[in-house]
């Protein structure tokens, strides 16, 4: 799939360029809610929220109701302030991981529970998530607050799943799929489906959204949890084997499990319960994901998903806003290249 939709972009690689362009002023108006909607008259949260939401982050989720705004030929402007709720809730749950996670960078800066701590982090994504809230309620459509609702306990329940799978090696298959599409889909999802809710379109343009974003979302956390390992810390953001490092047992490392010898399982037992964590033990448990390829296969399974949202919209009449939500799913999956 990605070397098709490359082959169609020529030579150079597929980029988020195209749905940015394509959503410039609707997005502006989003920057101009969230910062509208961030400000307290309590400095510390307006200071802490700036500085996750101005941390370089590429609004992939606002943009994502934007640009299926456009694919409905969506006249309005309810979209734009729901679109600022989706990055409230995005924003939020960031925080709440750092915090969970014990993280030290995000998008290559310190964390805001690094500068502020952790009882700071936490409180100011409670108020961003009540802030979503609101906007949602102020929207006046039981429809999207259900779905947005919906999707904020799903993300919470993604993250308690993941917690209890943390340095469990025998987490399964099944579960990691499971806790991405929570934790990660989800979000992906609701951020699309929204658009087909307020453009007063039929169910089955609202599953072909739901669709396309889960299945995009899907892809973009297989990627993720696959150049965590044969990354570098600039590309990232974060630091390089972070997920090795808290135990977070990854389709990589569930394939690498399935596939090793004793001596492999044994390594791999030990790492993950946090007694081989040193550089050396980072650069051997790479090794082994190389030796059998789970980092190519996990990359494949990434590409099927995208293929899947790509398939999702297939339906949709050719249009700018097509060709920019088709080239987003490349981006995401080509990020590993």
């Not at 609004?59 to 934007?66: E, I, N, V």
């Not at 906007?135 to 919470?156: F, P």
Request: proline share 2%; aromatic share 6%; with cysteine.
């Amino acid at each position: 799939m990605t070397a098709e939709i490359l082959q169609l972009h020529g030579d150079r690689p597929p980029s988020l360029d195209p749905m940015m362009a394509l959503v410039a002023a609707d997005m502006n108006e989003v920057n101009a809610v969230i910062l509208d909607r961030m400000q307290s008259q309590v400095p510390l949260i307006p200071e802490l929220a700036g500085h996750l939401i101005a941390g370089g982050g590429k609004r992939m989720r606002p943009m994502l109701t934007l640009a299926c705004g456009k694919l409905l030929d969506y006249p309005g402007h309810r979209h734009c302030k729901l679109a600022a709720a989706v990055e409230f809730i995005h924003t939020a749950t960031l925080l709440h991981d750092d915090v969970v996670d014990g993280s030290d960078l995000r998008r290559g800066r310190k964390t805001a529970n690094i500068i502020w701590g952790n009882s700071a982090s936490v409180l100011v994504g409670d108020f961003l998530f009540s802030r979503a809230f609101e906007v949602m309620v102020e929207d006046g459509s039981l429809k999207v607050l259900k779905i947005l609702s919906r999707a904020s306990a799903v993300i919470a329940e993604g993250e308690v799943n993941q917690l209890s799978a943390q340095r469990r090696i025998e987490t399964s298959e099944d579960q990691y799929l499971e806790i991405i599409n929570a934790k990660t889909a989800e979000l992906f999802a609701a951020a699309c489906k929204i658009a087909a809710v307020v453009a007063e379109r039929d169910e089955a343009t609202e599953a072909a959204l739901d669709a396309y974003g889960r299945n995009l979302g899907i892809a973009f956390q297989l990627v993720d949890d696959a150049i965590d390992y044969v990354s570098d810390e600039a590309t990232m953001g974060k630091g390089v084997g972070d997920d090795f490092r808290d135990g977070k047992v990854t389709l990589p490392v569930i394939l690498a499990y399935a596939r090793g010898t004793a001596e492999e399982r044994e390594f791999w037992k030990q790492a993950i319960v946090g007694h081989r964590t040193s550089d050396d033990d980072l650069a051997h448990a790479t090794a082994l994901l190389l030796k059998h390829d789970t980092i190519a296969d996990t990359l494949a399974r990434a590409r099927h998903y995208g293929q899947r949202a790509v398939d999702a919209i297939g339906g949709f009449r050719a249009s700018r806003a097509k060709a920019a939500l088709t080239e987003a799913v490349a981006f995401a999956v080509a990020r590993a290249y």
